[in-house]
């Protein structure tokens, strides 16, 4: 098993999606609380739940967590990838990608 950067303790715990472009708030929380775990790498909003291969690393030197993940999206099997970078205000922003479907920019806060 491979060692875990330093970087990756910037992403630790769970972290809320507060804001996503291409769906309303209303929608993030329609089946669970929508949130980003890095820790037991998860993800879930609107009727989509899935599992995260995190790769954690740097982007214009700031601490960057790309993942590829696989789930379900209204109980029809998904997969996608995206980056989550730390923002400011300590927020993390990043986005979402949805294979051969939508995808949206997001912003989260540490819950």
């Known amino acids: 098993m491979a ?3 330093a970087f990756a303790k910037a992403f630790a715990g ?11 708030n209303e929608f993030l929380d329609l089946v669970e609380e929508a949130h980003l775990t890095f820790k037991g790498a998860a993800i879930a909003f609107g009727a989509l739940k899935g599992f995260l291969d ?6 214009d030197g700031s601490a960057c967590a790309e993942f590829s993940w696989e789930g379900h999206d209204e109980n029809d099997p998904a997969c996608g990838c995206g980056w989550a970078a730390i923002g400011t205000a300590g ?5 979402f990608y949805i294979h ?3 995808e949206s920019g997001f912003v989260c806060e540490r819950v």
């Open 3 to 5: 060692r875990v950067p």
């Open 14 to 24: 769970r972290w809320r999606i507060v804001e996503m472009d291409t769906w309303d």
């Open 54 to 59: 995190v790769r954690y690393g740097a982007r």
């Open 91 to 95: 927020r993390l922003v990043g986005h």
């Open 100 to 102: 051969n479907g939508d």
